[in-house]
């Protein structure tokens, strides 16, 4: 592989530090810029990962921090955001991306890969997420003679330490027998996080890939009514799923947006689902992982694993 050094922004996330240790073991020199690095000691551990404490939305600091690297990946994305304009979806997603991009051109760097997410349009995306994302796509693609971009577009990511089923665990917990559920028919497609390191990894070096983008699914669709329940049933808790109707999932989406500290669900999370999260079954770019939910969600959700017992310890002492 002619990558050897590789700069992540984004890489103390879910996905970022699955990536992290992946590039770790094809003994890639990896930079992983972050804003508390001492709260990331899981990556501090991995010999060729440099952890970086960096203000990303800084242009000047990401061109130092790329100058003598051969790629850089964006992981970067908010599901949410503080204000209610789309502002912070605009900052997180757009005008970071405007940032990395120029900092690429900038500093000499020829290879882009880019984070987006399935549906990403910016003119038609339902939620302020889904149109910031395609903004963002949108731009990078416009500089594919200066850097060689891929974007890639998946369903719901999942794996361990993943924030959909381990949320919705965590909300069957401390619920009683009925659990009202919004927008219950919403299909999804879940990725594994270790299909979707996969993809990035192999794309790295391969010219194939330029200036490319990618949906990317996992091998079954689901309704999100079908996710809740087998959630349920790994935890072995006996819930009765009930799907409410729009305008009580629009009164949902509102009350958990102004009073629920975290926004566990959103106005902007309720226009996402107004679209199934799978792939166009005529796209010229589809990728179908492999993996399956119900090999990999019982190994981290089953509560009496001693593996994951010993994750709930380490999150308890902040380590």
């Known amino acids: 592989m002619s990558i050897q050094r590789i700069c992540i922004l ?13 590039l770790n073991e094809l ?16 990556l501090l551990v991995l010999p060729l990962i440099e952890t970086i404490e ?47 991009i120029d900092a690429c051109r900038q500093a000499g ?8 997410a ?3 349009d910016a003119a038609r995306g339902t939620s302020y997420y889904l149109r910031t994302k395609g903004e963002a796509e949108d731009y990078l693609h416009t500089f594919h003679r200066e850097v060689n971009v891929t974007s890639f577009r998946p369903s719901v990511i999942f794996g361990p330490g993943d924030s959909f089923f381990n949320r919705f665990a965590g909300l069957l917990k401390f619920t009683p027998y009925f659990f009202p559920l919004a927008c219950a028919g919403a299909r999804f497609a879940p990725v594994y996080v270790g299909d979707i390191v996969e993809q990035f990894t192999t794309a790295l070096d391969n010219p194939e890939t330029f200036g490319k983008r990618f949906d990317i699914c996992g091998p079954k669709i689901y309704t999100l009514k079908e996710l809740v329940e087998y959630t349920a ?15 009580a999932a629009f009164f949902q989406a509102l009350l958990m947006e102004y009073f629920v500290p975290g926004k566990p669900f959103s106005l902007d999370n309720y226009d996402s689902l107004k679209i199934d999260s799978i792939c166009r079954p005529d796209g010229k770019n589809n990728i179908t992982a492999k993996t399956a939910v119900e090999t990999i969600v019982p190994t981290y959700l089953a509560g009496n694993t ?10 308890k002492a902040s380590r």
């Open 54 to 100: 960096a203000d990303v939305h800084d242009q000047t600091v990401l061109e130092q921090q790329f100058e003598d690297c051969d790629a850089v990946i964006n992981l970067i994305g908010i599901l949410n955001e503080r204000g209610h304009s789309g502002a912070g979806f605009r900052k997180a997603h757009v005008e970071l991306t405007r940032k990395v």
């Open 306 to 315: 001693q593996r994951n017992r010993y994750n709930q310890f380490r999150k």
């Open 118 to 120: 399935l549906h990403a």
């Open 233 to 247: 049933k790994i935890q072995n808790l006996r819930r009765h799923i009930i799907g409410i109707p729009k305008a």
């Open 10 to 22: 984004g890489g103390s996330g879910f996905v970022g530090q699955h990536l992290a240790a992946r």
């Open 109 to 116: 760097v020829s290879r882009l890969l880019h984070m987006s």
């Open 27 to 42: 003994n890639i020199q990896t930079k992983v810029l972050t804003r508390h690095r001492e709260k990331h000691r899981e």
